[in-house]
């Protein structure tokens, strides 16, 4: 779409290794009901959900197919939403909202080995204001990375177990194995049918590896920080800032008895002054701590169930 309209876009962009299929991971991102459930309090809110009706598949074939859902995300908030396949590995929604404007969601699933695929997404979008915009250009790119790697966290750990509870019932069909007659259904069916009739599964009959533990479920430093030069480049300036707010601190608190030496009686504003320098540096090293840690490894409770204020 982009091609055909040039003009005025402004886009996200990252990638991940992902510890499942490629098939899994674009059944999961065509399948737009889940957005609202497994994404509650991220990208996606429960007061949004409602019956999906009326999707159709207007077009398909070995190419791939081409879809709508009239009414479109958060109860037609958003516009109709077009959904495109392309085989074997590229899927996009396109949303248009006249009050908004229009909103991408371009993913290229890449297969790496059985049980493992390189997640290759893209965010477009052109906005009816410039506002949103030029907020979109002032966001690091290694901060939207961050975000996103917490959006494919919510369900990274159950689309991994659920490959392999669909592995104990090999003997059946995916359309036996997974019960599926909601009319929201229609995407995941229509691709699934698509695998079925093109033998379209990457590794087949290949056994699914070892089941992963929850750190390397969670781990971000190798499946994407060390390959990202954004992320690389700001892990080591978030470390150096931790080195340096502690040297700071060491130094305030080293001087002061020194000063109290010289000064008999230092004046009240200095002695605060001299108190609020490693009191400030700790708060921040506790901040820079914590942001480190978010380019090494994720959450291990998703938003969706956290307690609610």
């Known amino acids: 779409p982009m091609e055909s309209d040039p003009d005025g876009w402004v886009m996200f962009s990252t990638f991940r290794d992902l510890p ?3 098939l899994t991971l674009l059944e999961n991102v065509l399948d737009s009901s889940h957005i609202p459930y497994t994404h509650h309090q991220s990208v996606g809110n429960r007061k949004n959900a409602g019956p999906m009706v009326d999707l159709e598949i207007l077009e398909t074939g070995k190419p791939g197919f081409y879809a709508t859902w009239p009414e479109g995300p958060r109860r037609g908030q958003l516009g109709q939403q077009f959904t495109t396949f392309v085989a074997p590995s590229l899927m996009w929604h396109d949303v248009t909202s006249e009050k908004f404007g229009r909103t991408l969601t371009v993913v290229y699933a890449t297969p790496i080995r059985k049980g493992e695929c390189r997640l290759f997404a893209r965010f477009p ?3 009816n204001s410039k506002l949103p915009s030029f907020l ?3 966001s690091p790119r290694w901060y939207t990375h961050l975000r996103n790697n917490g959006v494919l966290e919510d369900d990274q750990i159950f689309l991994h177990l659920q490959e392999r509870a669909l592995a104990a019932r090999d003997a059946e069909s995916y359309g036996q ?4 007659p909601s009319e929201g259904d229609r995407f995941v069916v229509e691709f699934r049918r698509w695998v079925r009739d093109y033998a379209a599964d990457p590794f087949p009959n290949q056994p699914l590896p070892r089941e992963w533990s929850q750190p390397d479920l969670l781990d ?3 499946s994407h920080t060390q390959h990202c030069g954004s992320c690389r480049s ?3 300036r978030v470390q150096q800032l931790k080195r340096g707010s502690l040297i700071v601190g060491a130094i305030a608190l080293c001087l002061y008895p020194v000063m109290s030496a010289i000064v008999a009686t230092p004046s009240l504003l200095t002695g605060i002054l001299y108190s609020l320098i490693p009191l400030t540096t700790g708060g921040l090293w506790l901040w820079l701590n914590s942001l480190e840690q978010q ?3 994720g959450r ?3 938003p969706r169930n956290l307690p609610e204020k």
Do not use: Q, S, T, V
């Not at 194995?177 to 599926?180: I, S, V």
């Open 295 to 297: 380019f090494f490894k």
């Open 125 to 127: 979008f052109k906005f």
């Open 234 to 236: 700001a892990l080591k």
């Open 220 to 222: 971000r430093y190798h």
């Open 20 to 22: 499942y299929d490629a």
């Open 300 to 302: 291990e409770i998703p």
């Open 136 to 138: 979109i250009g002032l």
């Open 177 to 180: 194995a997974c019960y599926m």
